[in-house]
């Protein structure tokens, strides 16, 4: 029997149900699409004068969000913007990234977010390998772009936007000029299939050349609800963007804010004294970043001794020792222990809190949640496994890789079918981190499959050592690597940056180790020096390791670039 | 290009993304199904040591939550429940209840969960119109089954749920041995596509036989996350199960309050001194109810003056008066009030609160809140129509019906092409009700389409006559109804309950109306008297309506049943 709904499409009532005929999923009566743009389509009516953004002395209601983001839709649509196409934009975390996450899918492209920090070479690889048809660029950003401009081989439209005083801009039209050549009025949605592309975001490709991860609606939505559910964002929640928007599309918060009617305030820049001061005057009740920026925020003067109000810091882009743990939670922080990567649209999995633990000395608590956890309440399942794809034991102790699979995992690499049969192999995602099961079911992450340091035969997780040596009291930042050594192979090799005012010495942190780990993992030695870092605050171990390395040959064991 | 993925999906790079060829949409390495079950798959792991139930004298964890479920299913499956199968359950809020919620599904079958206020007959009706081939009944229900046992032509198997001493349960197999006869390991999902049927629920009928709405596991899971997102339900919250589970599955919180990792706290039977105990023992957090459940709350005598906890109600069910929300409010209790149908999984729509109404008069605030409100974050879409699906005028005042579109909107009538057809027409879910649209984007109730009196051409709605009664001190409960009137055709009359010791003549009622609505509007005449209820709590005007009617002949607008 076909039963006829409004919309044409046909379902067929079968034993086990109504059913779609097997065609391309569209909207009906009783199947909306899922995808973000749902989100703002309705909280630009429901919270149509609530304060949506506050950029710097710029704000917008949820209805002047909305109606922008129309604008730069029809606008990008009267620029010859097609279905399929992409939009890059390379921009700090202001109104304009924001409203581009809306406004680009809207428009019917995708949007691909550029790392910022990124070289002018780097940006010109990105920007032709996903084959943006308009660029949009923020001013301050404007002399990574110059140089290659002429290398920009499929950008027809270059968008400037200017609301930063100061800056030199690209030559180009202005952003607010061609929001004015759109339309506020609502815009017609182009999406037809919840599965098509939303963002492309590259990874840092650090063994190899970035690649394209494809987002999808469908798992953009999911991620961003996901997303609230953990965190716990609520329609009077204040949220500051401390993470890149460019990373992971700011894990989904672009969109995961939004839904719930809260509040997003925008940062140019992660400055700890700025971000005290806007905590302080816009009552911030949440924030997400890597360890290295809560680390900042904790030794900066200007923080408070206890804060006086909720704040949820939500946590990833690197393991968090658990010192730092300690540290947030006697700050008065909630803290959520996220991981993910670049392939999963940000987390995939938290460190879910257990009631017991409150009783447990607070060292111990923060040793349990160090660790990553368990999957994520929206997406499906993560395992630790041999090269068989077979769980390693769950006693905590033997390595494995780290596998996913979920309405979060990235649909593919854009242009590159063999990394994705690579990265999906045996039908799970393969992260190319290694980590431990523990018996109560949470992962810990050990380490990057590159980052293992192979010693005589024997695995050390440099995190491990990392971590021992952050219990240090002198320590205020520390990268471990594997450095080359004739004997064994390789040995551990700590760069250490000193808290201020902090002395200790090589073999007094070397004995701190040799207390309290296996010697065989303890550094040979200790050098004092700045860490290279990433633009979203992750240490740089490869700098580290190719100085170390240079004229050594190295066997590397894992192909996945970092993200 | 076709890329290859471990579970054999075909999925093939276009323009707008990676897009499945056209098939059944399946499990694969990016795309899980949505479906409740995989709530408890992770919480009976995650959670598994945390208290899920508690249920009277008993009490299971995550995991023995987890446990027994998988023994259902099993069981189910042992005994001949094929995939695409009903399975029915007569039961009141208990662990076994909740257990079929998961279990039934888990076994490929689609649960039936049948009112249990309902008279043998129509119990009756129900299994056999669902085609359910196993039927769990609780032995406190056995009374309304065996009556009619003999008629039920497709039950193949009978199972008694007896954990409550003192009752004499129907022959068949008792459900702890039939627990005993399955396997406690994890059951191989059987569903292969998310729009399968999850759930058959019954509407009330009272317009006609019962219907068989069919809920999908995508629907389900939506909106069980929608609930979360709507009411705030963290993993530390304990929910109070005074809303019956029969009821849209218990506006799919059976299902929702899992993936939290929350606690359920079962209820037989909804007494307001009871409730009010349990609030105290349990540290109850939320629950939720029809207003006529929150007002024998507010009037018993055991009630605190002021809550001393964080309490959310969220209500429904009926449209509840501004006086009742000003009391909830007073006792200190957070409101969420919501609206739907049995047709939309329980909830649509909530009356979203906007921060500016904080700084308006208490009554004032309770008239914006007793508005029906916007649509969930997690569906789609709510408009009022007149007959030609034109939006009404959002003037406060214009009447027209509320349509509905959605991922929770019912995928279709059981076995009722026709009925289906009738409720999407225009590719829409005609509800029934009748409502105006507000300046500010919120619907408000004003009646069910057969429940607007027409007094001399004039609609009246039932709804703002009852609420301004409601406004009297004397009045408890009130029902008015549209009565045969010669020059008038109808004209309304008013059932009221006094409260206990609180007087009121009929004509200082009808003259307590005339200063605040229009004189046509206001009840002719006035019956006190007990009303009639449903088994959800609701007033039964049809019962009213019979009565007054009797011999003469009405014409009736709507066709929808209620639910």
């Known amino acids: 029997m076909i039963l006829a709904n409004g919309l044409g499409v046909g379902i067929k009532e079968t034993k086990s149900g109504l059913q779609r005929k097997p065609m391309a999923i569209t909207n009906s009566v009783s199947r909306s699409l899922q995808t973000p743009l749902k989100f703002l389509k309705r909280n630009a009516v429901v919270y149509a004068e609530k304060i949506a953004i506050v950029d710097g002395r710029r704000q917008f209601t949820y209805g002047e969000f909305g109606e922008r983001v129309n604008r730069l839709a029809s606008a990008l649509r009267f620029a010859g913007i097609e279905q399929g196409d992409r939009v890059a934009i390379l921009c700090p975390n202001t109104a304009p990234m924001l409203e581009a996450h809306f406004g680009i899918p809207l428009a019917g492209a995708a949007v691909v977010a550029i790392n910022t920090r990124l070289s002018s070479k780097e940006i010109a690889y990105i920007v032709n390998h996903s084959g943006a048809r308009c660029l949009l660029v923020d001013a301050e950003l404007a002399a990574s772009v110059r140089p290659v401009v002429g290398e920009l081989k499929t950008v027809q439209q270059t968008i400037n936007v200017d609301d930063h005083a100061g800056t030199s801009p690209l030559e180009g039209l202005d952003y607010e000029s061609f929001l004015e050549s759109g339309s506020p009025d609502p815009v017609r949605w182009r999406i037809k299939d919840e599965e098509e592309t939303i963002a ?49 599309n700011g894990w989904c918060f672009t969109w995961g804010i939004t839904p719930m009617g809260a509040r997003h305030i925008g940062l140019r820049k992660v400055d700890p004294g700025e971000i005290w001061r806007m905590i302080e005057q816009h009552g911030v009740t949440h924030l997400n970043g890597a360890p290295v920026v809560m680390v900042s925020l904790l030794n900066h003067p200007g923080r408070p001794k206890h804060l006086d109000r909720e704040l949820t810091i939500t946590i990833a882009g690197a393991p968090p020792s658990p010192t730092l743990l300690e540290q947030l939670e006697e700050l008065g922080a909630t803290v959520v222990h996220v991981y993910g990567l670049t392939e999963t649209y940000g987390p995939h999995t938290v460190c879910a809190t257990q009631s017991g633990w409150a009783s447990l000395p607070k060292s111990q608590q923060a040793r349990l949640r160090a660790r990553q956890g368990v999957a994520y309440v929206a997406t499906d399942d993560v395992r630790v496994v041999d090269e068989q794809l077979v769980d390693v034991p769950a006693d905590g102790q033997t390595l494995g890789e780290v596998v996913m699979q979920g309405s979060n995992v990235m649909a593919g690499y854009h242009n590159d079918p063999e990394a994705t049969a690579r990265a999906f192999r045996g039908g799970w995602f393969h992260s190319g981190d290694v980590a431990v099961m523990h018996p109560d079911g949470y992962i810990e992450l050990r380490d990057r499959i590159k980052d293992v340091i192979i010693s005589g035969g024997e695995n050390i997780s440099s995190i491990e050592v990392e971590q021992t040596l952050y219990r240090h009291p002198a320590v205020l930042q520390v990268a471990v690597i594997g450095v ?12 250490v940056m000193l808290k201020t005012g902090a002395e200790a010495t090589e073999a007094e942190l070397i004995e701190f180790c040799r207390e309290q780990i296996a010697h ?36 590397v064991q894992g192909g996945k670039s970092e993200t």
């Open 520 to 555: 065989f993992k303890c550094p040979s030695s200790v050098e004092f020096t700045a860490l290279p870092k990433t633009s979203t605050g992750k240490i740089q171990k490869f700098v580290l390791r190719d100085k170390e390395w240079d004229g050594h040959v190295k066997h």
């Open 484 to 495: 080359p050594h004739e004997k064994w192979g390789e040995t551990p090799k700590a760069f």
């Open 200 to 248: 492309v975001n590259y990874t840092s490709g650090t063994t190899g050349r970035p690649k394209g991860v494809l987002y999808t609606h469908r798992g953009a939505y999911l991620n961003a609800l996901g997303e609230l559910l953990e965190t716990g964002v609520r329609p009077e929640s204040v949220y500051l963007w401390t993470l890149p928007m460019f990373h992971c």
